[in-house]
């Protein structure tokens, strides 16, 4: 650090950290013309990721006596595959697929919280490149556009249900019939967008919000150890080490509601109002 410069504050430090890489600042808050860059790369990174766990598990998958890492997929699997079987009433040859595959990647993408906030921004100046890299992000889900884009998916995969099993002419209508009646269609339409829109809305934003306080928290929990006290020093360590164990449990905990809502809302286009 040069004379010239300075020790960032409390609140540059966790505006650096809580800013994107992004393709343009942006100018406004709603700005569909910009790609967070680190939130799509990791988003990518953990979906590789966990496909290649699974597909491991499935080629290494054995008649016999399973080991440790089988075992674990297998206890996995068939909790999906429980908790898929009392919620959705119909063919679940996809969906239980599609359940486990949400579960591992929210709980990846979840997972990258445990790394050490300062680790890219170091590694970024040790290579040279912190001029390329301003700003980056580690965890999509604490990224608002990361878990509204997943809840938009799920989003679609409502509609295709209702229209699959409902047919296109059941599904228009159920929405001017329900839940009042057809002589109410105005008013059934417009309830029924509402609650599309808050299924989707609300699932993006529980797990946006876990994610973002996470993230936050562990910003603050750094910023104590930076004190450089023995007061700082020991807090840093306890607060941080109590912080990080627990946090283990949102990770998992926050994949599971997820995934346990995809499975929900899912069943619920299976069934007629």
Known sequence: MSAT???????????HHLGHFSTKHQASIVDFSIFNMDTIFWSIFCGVVGSLVLWLAARKATSGVPGRFQAAVEILVEMVEEQSKGIVHGDR??????ALTVFVWVA???SLDFLPVDM?????????????????????????????GISFG?????????VKIKGLGGFLHELVSAPFGIKMAPFNLILQVIEFA????????????NMFAGELLFLLIALLGAMATPFGVIGHTIAG?????????????????????????????????
Do not use: C
């Open 5 to 15: 410069e300075h020790a960032p504050t409390a609140s540059e430090y966790i505006v």
């Open 93 to 98: 040859s996809f969906i239980a697929p599609l």
């Open 108 to 110: 990846l993408m979840n």
């Open 120 to 148: 890219f921004s170091a590694l970024f100046a040790f290579f040279g490149v912190e001029h390329i890299f301003p700003h980056h992000r580690v965890v999509p889900t604490a990224d608002l556009n990361g878990t509204i």
């Open 154 to 162: 799920v989003l679609l995969l409502m509609l295709y249900y209702s």
């Open 198 to 209: 808050a299924k989707t809305v609300s699932l993006g934003m529980r797990l946006f919000g």
């Open 241 to 273: 080490s109590i912080w990080a164990i627990f946090h283990i449990l949102i990770v998992f905990l926050q994949a599971f509601i997820f995934m346990m809502l995809t499975l929900v809302y899912i069943g619920q286009a299976h069934d007629a109002h």
